[in-house]
């Protein structure tokens, strides 16, 4: 396996589920991300891990639970979610430090909340 | 207000014609990027501009720097079906501590 991978790709769940999402980087980079993508809006950077210590969190509900065990790994956990929580969700890896550095995205896992 | 802002939100052409997608915004860059999402896949890097002033060109895509760095456009020549997909634009702003801000995207459709 190269790149980012995601899993799963689809997920349908109820608002009462709790269920998680996964990625897995295969680059060696030193920063994993989690993005939400909603149609016509841009891309919400929901949360930054750097080394496996979380950076970053914009004001993300606690419905949103992220995990990261080791700098390949990088979990979501998802929780009484709301309908409007309905994304893409994109994970994405890069290697800090470096000027304009190139954000590697996986094919990203389709979350419908019922 | 979105920091950044792209335009036009959605491009509608037939194969072989030229079109230019714009990105602003009031703040400057210390570097921009520009990406292309096809349907069912994550965005993938098309290039990254740093000076400002500086042009880039990838095949048929020409990527444009604005001087103050506050703006860029991605033009393409003789757009193909394949040229389908989601471009954004996403800066490193210097005042928001070089976070990446990326714009809503515009969509592109070329039709054969």
């Known amino acids: 396996e190269t790149g980012v991978t995601q899993t799963p790709r689809h997920l349908v769940m109820g608002m009462t589920n709790k269920k998680s999402l996964k990625c897995e980087q295969h680059l060696g980079h030193n920063a994993m991300y989690w993005y939400k993508q909603s149609a016509k809006k841009p891309l919400e950077l929901m949360f930054v891990?750097?080394?496996?210590?979380?950076?970053e969190n914009n004001s993300v509900p606690s419905r949103f639970s992220p995990e990261c065990p080791n700098s390949s790994h990088l979990f979501l956990h998802l929780h009484t979610l709301q309908p409007e929580d309905s994304a893409l969700y994109l994970c994405a890896s890069s290697q800090l430090g470096l000027v304009g550095g190139e954000l590697f995205f996986g094919e990203g896992s389709r979350l419908t909340v019922l | 207000t979105q920091l950044l802002e792209q335009s036009p939100q959605f491009l509608s052409i037939q194969e072989g014609e030229n079109l230019t997608v714009y990105c602003n915004s009031s703040s400057v860059f210390s570097s921009l990027q520009w990406y292309r999402q096809e349907p069912g896949e994550g965005p993938v890097l098309l290039v990254t501009?740093?000076?400002?002033?500086e042009v880039k060109k990838l095949k048929r895509l020409t990527f444009q720097f604005g001087d103050a760095r506050k703006d860029s456009s991605l033009h393409i020549t003789a757009a193909q079906p394949g040229d389908t997909g989601l471009y954004l634009c996403?800066?490193?702003?210097?005042?928001?501590?070089?976070?990446?801000?990326f714009g809503a995207g515009t969509i592109l459709r070329v039709k054969s």
């Open positions: 996403a800066g490193h702003y210097m005042e928001y501590g070089n976070k990446l801000v």
């Open positions: 501009v740093v000076t400002g002033g």
């Open positions: 891990y750097s080394l496996e210590e979380r950076v």
